[in-house]
């Protein structure tokens, strides 16, 4: 199973929901945002490293609490990153570990598609503003043309309660709401979970929730 996690705008949480996604079902995650990495890195090959046919898939994996394939930094790593060969790297990562988690690059850009296209189906995050919204209906709309089927909408940082079943309604899938947890923001960076750090907090709960929403 691979489970694209998008977002139609940045700065939603995507990459944390992806990273406490992944911890919840015991999944691999692959940082697939080729121009604004932010899962864990380290030292050592890396996906633009992968896709530039320098390097295996294998080199990259990074072991921790949620084992990692992380993503360069650079442009020229970007730039030289071709993505005809993310399928291979990420079908090789779902070889070895049953289900992998992809972060994928916000917006509608082709390096935004290519991940939802490899994906058996995928989580929108969206910010609890309404704005937001719009933006997370055509992420909604292009998973739906490239197959990817949504199972969940994660509400992210809220603070006080959003309209879900109108949210719900409007993406045709489960809402998840996730509260503004600072353990969920520093999850990533300390590479502590949320689910092993706060097991009985709401936002373990909604992660557990949206875990048993994924096919396996």
Do not use: Q, W
């Not at 692959?30 to 932010?38: H, I, N, P, R």
């Amino acid at each position: 199973m691979i489970l694209a996690v998008a977002g139609g705008k940045g700065g939603v949480g995507k990459t944390t929901l992806a990273y406490n996604v992944a911890a919840a079902l015991d999944a691999a995650v692959v940082d697939a945002d080729l121009g604004m990495a932010d899962l864990p890195a380290g030292r050592g090959p890396d996906l633009h490293d992968v896709l530039a046919g320098r390097a295996s898939v294998a080199e990259t994996l990074r072991p921790g609490p949620v084992d990692v394939v992380p993503c360069g930094r650079t442009l020229a790593g970007a730039r030289a990153s071709d993505l005809t060969r993310l399928a291979d790297a990420v079908e090789t990562v779902e070889r070895t570990h049953g289900t992998v988690v992809i972060d994928c690059p916000a917006g509608r850009r082709a390096d935004a598609g290519v991940p939802l296209a490899v994906a058996d189906a995928c989580l929108v995050v969206v910010s609890p503003r309404a704005f937001a919204l719009a933006d997370a209906i055509r992420t909604r709309e292009l998973a739906r043309e490239l197959d990817a089927g949504l199972v969940a909408c994660a509400v992210n940082r809220v603070v006080e309660e959003p309209p879900a079943d109108a949210i719900a309604d409007a993406l045709g899938a489960p809402t998840a709401v996730l509260p503004a947890d600072p353990r969920v923001g520093s999850s990533v960076v300390e590479e502590r979970p949320v689910i092993e750090v706060a097991p009985d907090s709401t936002a373990a709960a909604a992660l557990r929730e949206i875990a048993r929403r994924v096919p396996r």
